[in-house]
């Protein structure tokens, strides 16, 4: 008996372009005032409604475009990560991305509290690649990082700076809470500024990621393969590191920590077309912008004028989902 007919892998990445579209199309005309796709379209065209034009193109828009920009960069990193570490369960938080963010945005506010609103994802910024960059000298060992040492290391981190970012909120005034806004995820608030401020970074690393797709390849078949092959192995894991936290340390500067899109959306791809980086990168990607888009406008649109953020609904998605893999994971030992 014949299955029913799926289509080829690399016509998913269109039909999923197109899905993004079309979410995209809905999310526009989602929230405290709503429109249907025909008067999106209209607003979006030569409409004469000054109102529903504002809303989209200030309001709607660049908070839309962010999402989807930051989901995507998530979702590379998750993959990037995945690959290096040989890891399906591993997601930007093992290199100390979150805590290292978080931690640094903390520190942003209270030494910094009269800076302007910029400094807070920049800090995030630089707590993030610091963090990383810890991680990678404590997990270094006889000149290379072994995967699994760099997995527990990576945990060990994180666990550390979130306690210490935990113990630094309990002692902290009032103030202190644009940190607890940011650290929650949300694309509340993203405009056209925060996306300026994303995307040079995202325009560098994102070509760069799907150009060094066959050494990622190699990377994720092991060790002793990428070696017979002539790779330098640790320049090689190095720059694919970097790279990967350097993708969620971005999307971290344009929505916060938005928790378990890095896991997500690789893992879901990688069911769809293979563990290929050449079609896995793209469809990742284009899956982390449905999954931090459809999140937001979801949050926006089940008690409206009131928004839930991103970051806790990916979390409620995520936490079970993983709960699941790690489920399956013991099964198949």
């Known amino acids: 008996m014949l299955g029913r007919p799926t289509p080829?892998?690399?016509?998913?990445?269109?039909l999923l372009a197109l899905a993004l579209l079309a979410l995209g199309v809905l999310a526009l005309g989602t929230g405290a005032v709503r429109m249907?796709?025909?008067e999106v379209l209209q607003a979006l065209g030569a409409s004469h409604d000054e109102t529903h034009t504002r809303i989209l193109y200030e309001l709607r828009l660049p908070r839309i475009l962010v999402g989807a920009l930051c989901g995507a960069l998530f979702a590379a990193s998750g993959a990037i990560l995945q690959g290096v570490v040989r890891n399906p369960l591993a997601s930007p938080d093992i290199v100390g991305v979150a805590a290292g963010a978080g931690l640094a945005a903390v520190f942003t506010l209270i030494l910094l509290p009269q800076a302007p609103a910029w400094a807070l994802p920049v800090g995030a910024?630089?707590?993030?690649?610091?963090?990383?960059?810890?991680?990678y000298v404590l997990a270094r060992r006889a000149g290379e990082v072994l995967p699994i040492r760099l997995a527990l290391i990576g945990v060990a981190v994180e666990a550390s700076l979130d306690g210490l970012r935990r113990l630094i909120l309990v002692r902290a005034d009032d103030s202190i809470a644009q940190a607890l806004i940011f650290l929650s995820g949300t694309v509340y608030g993203a405009d056209w500024e925060r996306l300026f401020r994303v995307l040079p970074f995202a325009a560098l690393l994102i070509p760069l990621a799907l150009l060094l797709h066959r050494r990622l390849d190699v990377l994720s078949?092991?060790?002793?393969?990428?070696?017979?092959l002539g790779m330098r192995l640790e320049p090689a894991r190095?720059?694919?590191l970097f790279l990967g936290t350097a993708l969620a340390a971005v999307?971290?500067?344009g929505v916060g920590i938005l928790g378990f899109v890095g896991l997500i959306a690789p893992h879901a791809a990688r069911l769809l077309v293979g563990p290929g980086f050449r079609l896995l990168l793209p469809t990742s990607m284009l899956l982390g912008a449905l999954l931090v888009v459809g999140a937001d406008t979801l949050g926006r649109g089940l008690v409206p004028p009131l928004e839930i953020p991103a970051g806790?609904?990916?979390t409620l998605l995520g936490a079970p989902y993983f709960l699941y893999l790690m489920r399956k994971a013991g099964r198949v030992r």
């Not at 080829?8 to 269109?14: E, G, R, T, Y």
């Not at 630089?126 to 960059?133: D, E, K, N």
């Open 36 to 38: 249907g796709p025909w």
């Open 312 to 314: 806790l609904l990916t």
């Open 221 to 228: 078949f092991g060790d002793e393969t990428a070696k017979s």
């Open 251 to 253: 999307a971290v500067m």
């Open 8 to 14: 080829p892998k690399p016509a998913l990445i269109p």
């Open 238 to 240: 190095l720059v694919a």
């Open 125 to 135: 910024f630089g707590g993030a690649l610091a963090a990383f960059g810890l991680v």
